[in-house]
């Protein structure tokens, strides 16, 4: 994209936002997501009609958990992965990966967390509880009473959390 495409971008943005209600409606698609219209750059051909979508995009986004995915692990120490991932929502930094990316975010004793952006493109989380709400899930739906946990949650939206034995 050139420098005065963009600048014109901003300016529907900008313009966009400027003429939002005031109210908490926002128009929306059925998706969820927001409702940019078509963008006219001078002197007068569309560049696109878009969809914007955020990370914040919608806050019942759904999601299928898996059981029989990964090695079993000690529940006890994805508790404690749970609550250093709270830990650190606590110092306001975003979790964040590239494309097609897995990372692995709290592991102790070969218990791990990981979070998996399966997206062709970068994902910022909004916070750090994202991850540790998708492994909480995971220790509520996949633990066994012998007091193991194995699990992945996938979002619609791609990306993904996944538990189980790991490298530390």
Known sequence: MQISQLWIVLTAFALVACALPTTNEIPTTKAGAIRVGTVTKLPGKPIETRLIHDELESRAVKHNVD???????????????????????????????????????????????????????????????NVADGAQVILNECSMHSGDVRGTLDHNDHWRVLVGLGKC
């Open 67 to 129: 059981c029989t995915n990964g090695s079993w692990t000690k529940t006890s120490l994805i508790r404690d992965g749970v609550e250093e991932l709270r830990l650190k929502a606590a110092s306001n930094m975003r979790p964040y990966l590239g494309s097609k990316k897995c990372a692995t975010v709290a592991c102790e004793r070969g218990a791990a967390i990981m979070w998996c952006n399966d997206n062709d493109y970068e994902r910022l989380l909004p916070s750090w509880h």
